[in-house]
Structures are given as structure tokens and as C-alpha cells.
């Protein structure tokens, strides 16, 4: 299989989280220089705890994982080692993740967050030419009045961001809790996205285009058992997000081979791929393709449509 020429073409990411792209390495870097006790001393620890049954046992390490940044620094090297990383696998355009009210809660306001991240943006350009931008999500697992009072504070930020997301535990908070947060959302014209159909049903994915009116699907697995919905999907022309290795080491598909990009894609779906959190899963959004590609054999023609349609999806 040659599949690595197309594989290493310039392509957009869609679908990354920042804070999961903290390497194991730079949590005990940033732990030492903050002078922060965590429960993890070694990459070995960090190896030894990186193995998940579900997305909640994920995300309790995530969350632990980020405590660990605290300064404006701290934010401007999680996010400039990231773009130099996706640099390198051709990444021309990144559309970023962030989850403000896990720092919030913590004691770092906005103003260290937004600066320390936009000045590795702009550092990133400089650098490589790279073009990222960013996109707060909102913790589904807190209420939404938390929602909407972070969100009043984040439009102080407004030429900063391009969109408002939604992710963290899924089951049992639908989408239908964050109504009024992306009705206020659409009036500030930004881009709207929900994660949905990751571990959550069908239904979730129809009321975040139905009742939130979101613009893209982050996952979106579930979908491939809705023939009407994928109709709906493809016809709408709503980008799905996916992202294989996540899938995998969550469980959400048993392994790669039944990874439902493909026959989504076959579908109409505009089906992207990207890496999620890379630094908890395994790997960049390159090794996204290939390990997807060796799996489900992918053609040449199949590659060169996913890594087509990120750059068609992009919102910048
Ligand atoms: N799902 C939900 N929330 C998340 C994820 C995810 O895959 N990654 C980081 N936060
Ligand atoms: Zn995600």
C-alpha cells in the first residue's frame, strides 16, 4: 500500500481539542514549573492510565490532565506545540477546540486563556503559514445558566472566535439543555457545533440539527443506523467530524475495521477526519488516515475526498 503521497497533502482539521493535545511530557513540564502535585510521576504512569472503557473514564484523565495550566505561557506552549505539530503533517488550516469553563474552574480567567492561545496563533502564522483558529466549547455535564453567563464573558473575545461547540459526557445531557446558549450564539453570527452521536443515540444528532440548528456534527457514529437521517445529513450538506483513533480507544467502534467513515462517506456524507485529542489517543491526524486507511483498504480517490472535504468544511 502507497498510500502515504496522498495522505501527506494539505488538509484541514476540524476536529481537535487543544487540551488533548497535551502530551504526557508537557503535563510533568508544566506541573514541575507550576509547582503543582499530580497523580502521575512518569510517561510509564501516564501509559499505564491512558487505557479507557468509555468516553467518562477519558474524560476524568483529560480533566486532570489540564490542571496543570495556569499561566499565560503555560496556554501559549500548549497551543504553539500543537500547530507545530500539525505543521508537520501538512496541516494547513486548524480549527481549534477549547473548554473554557474547565479553566474557569479552576482560577484562570479568560484574559490569560484567550491571550496565551492567540499569541501562539499568530506565532504559528509567522512561523509556518499555518491558520488557526478558534472554537470554545461548553461542558454539556454543567447547567446551562453556567453556559450562558460564560458565554456573555467570552463575547468580550468575539473577533477571537469563530463558533461555539459542545462536548464533555454526553449521555443524559441532550442536546435540547443548550437551546437558549445557541440561539444567542446564532444572533452573534457564530458557527454553531455540537458533539453528537458519539456515545449518544440517534435522537441526539437529530435535535442538535432540529433544535440547535448546528452547522457541523462532531462524531456523529451513531448515524449510519438512521437511513433517514444520513438522507438528511447529506442532503443539508452538514460536515461530519469524525475521528477514528478516539473511536477506537473509547470503545465506540470495536476496531478500526468497523469504523463507519467510509460507508458514510459512500453515503454523500461530507465525512472528515481528524484526531480529537491526539496526545490521549495515540496519535496525530496523519495517523488518523493511515491506520484508518489500512484497515478499510481505502483507495487512493477515497483518501483524496476525506482530506477534499476538510478543506471544503472549513469555516475560515
Ligand atoms: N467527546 C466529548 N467531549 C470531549 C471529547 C470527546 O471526544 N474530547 C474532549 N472532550
Ligand atoms: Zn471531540
Redesign the pocket.
Known sequence: MNHLNSINNPKAELHI?L??SLEPQMILNLAKRNNIQIKYSSLAEFAKAYQFKN?QE??DL?YLGMSVLKTENDYFDLTYAYLTRAHQDNVTHSEM?F?PQAHLERGVSLDIMMSGLWRAIVQAKADYGINGSLIP?FLRHLSENNALSVFDDLMNYRDKIIGIGL????LGNPPAKFKNLFNLARKEQLKLLA?AG?EGPVSYVWDALDILGVDRI??GNAILSDQALIKRIATDKITLTM?PL?NRC?QVVPDLSKHQAIELLNHDVCVTINS??PAYFGGYINQNYVELATALNLTDAEINKLIENSLTAKFV
Open positions: 481539542h487540551e488533548g468516553l477519558f474524560l483529560y477546540f473548554d466549547c462536548d464533555s459526557s454526553e458533539h458519539e462532531d462524531h475521528c478516539s473509547l480529537d485529542d
